[in-house]
């Protein structure tokens, strides 16, 4: 019923910055919260930032300051600007979405990831 697709994934350099996307369809009627989460090899899935349908914001403090998360005009879309990028922000990283569908379900809904790499 909901499919989230992120985008903007690539190789950067150390410094630089990437936007990353992430697009909600299918029979979706609302749209409660949505998560950015990265995993690095070896490491534990991380919680990067939140958005709620209010517009609050939420930040782990790894990436405090330098990610920036927000909502699309147009689309079900949500971005996650990342400045001052460093090797350590190196993962994959996943839309996550608590939607409310048109028929009434409500669940939460992962993308598949989208690589992030920075390296010299």
């Known amino acids: 019923q909901v499919q989230l697709v992120e985008s903007g994934g690539g190789l950067v350099q150390p410094g630089g910055s990437l936007r990353l996307s992430c697009a909600a369809s299918?029979?979706?009627?609302?749209?409660?919260?949505v998560n950015w989460y990265r995993q690095a090899p070896g490491k534990q899935r991380e919680l990067v930032a939140g958005?709620?349908?209010?517009?609050?914001?939420d930040y782990a403090d790894s990436v405090k300051g330098r990610f920036t998360i927000s909502r699309g005009n147009t689309k079900n879309t949500v971005y996650l600007q990342m400045n001052s990028l460093k090797p350590e922000d190196t993962a994959v990283y996943f839309c996550?979405?608590?939607?409310?569908?048109?028929?009434?379900?409500?669940?939460?809904?992962w993308g598949q990831g989208t690589q992030v790499t920075v390296s010299s």
């Open positions: 958005i709620t349908s209010g517009g609050s914001t």
């Open positions: 996550n979405a608590d939607c409310l569908t048109v028929t009434n379900l409500r669940r939460v809904y």
């Open positions: 299918g029979s979706i009627f609302s749209i409660y919260t």
